[in-house]
């Protein structure tokens, strides 16, 4: 019997935190199925997608995805940056905003120590070339439905895909895997996996190596419960 707790406890990772941070925001556990996507050494395979600064200081997630739907303004950057302990995958445009204006934020997300830039769908092969010139971390390129151009994307200067196709984003992962030539079988693709577990698991099974997971109004839940608390008191 003892032999048998000695085996099992080397499986076990002790989690080790504090009355103060009891709160943090977890990843679903069901992303570690993901392979993970190695950035400048670091393995990636839970992704936070919010600006909430709160939730960023206070989740467990592995990098940040710092995209959101109005121009890129450096000063938001520049906040996320100061609480944020983990790689930034940072939005620079790609439809209003492009061309030579994606490549300066990008240049500046870049020097702000974001580890990635993001471009939004409308962007072009043109402005993924821009942005090319002006960063050396790797450029993500987001995917919301079938494109019959995205190798055009890669040779442009893309890196990873990230797609964000709603419900259709199994599909959509899987058909990109389909059409992808033998010489980028290991392409590295980022997905929004839902908000069950079947609906993450699904998108990793379709070959998405990393999960981004929306933590929209999770600071507000989290506020409520300490309040309901602090009522009972």
Do not use: H
Not at 80 to 98: E, R
Not at 192 to 217: F, L, M, R, V, W
Request: hydrophobic share 40%; proline share 4%.
């Amino acid at each position: 019997m003892a032999e048998v707790d000695k085996v099992d406890s080397k499986k076990v990772v002790p989690n080790i935190t504090t009355d103060l941070r009891n709160d943090i925001v977890e990843m679903p556990k069901i992303i570690e199925k993901a392979t993970g996507i190695r950035l400048f050494g670091k393995l990636i395979k839970s992704i936070v997608y919010t600006m909430d600064v709160a939730v960023i200081a206070n989740c467990d997630a592995d990098a940040v995805l710092a995209v959101y739907p109005w121009t890129p303004n450096t000063k938001i950057l520049q906040a996320i940056s100061t609480v944020a302990n983990k790689p930034i995958l940072a939005g620079i445009g790609g439809g209003l905003t492009k061309g030579l204006r994606s490549a300066t934020i990008g240049f500046f997300a870049e020097e702000s120590g974001a580890s990635g830039v993001v471009l939004n769908g409308p962007a072009t092969v043109q402005t993924i070339k821009d942005v090319r010139t002006a960063v050396d971390i790797p450029i993500i390129y987001t995917v919301t439905q079938l494109q019959d151009d995205l190798l055009a994307r890669i040779d442009a200067g893309a890196r990873v895909f990230n797609v964000a196709g709603g419900k259709n984003t199994p599909a959509i992962i899987a058909e990109i895997r389909n059409r992808l030539p033998d010489e980028y079988r290991y392409f590295p693709i980022i997905a929004s996996g839902g908000q069950s577990d079947a609906q993450i698991e699904a998108t990793i099974d379709a070959g998405a190596n990393a999960i981004s997971y929306t933590a929209y109004g999770i600071t507000e839940k989290i506020f409520q419960k300490k309040m309901d608390e602090y009522r009972r008191r």
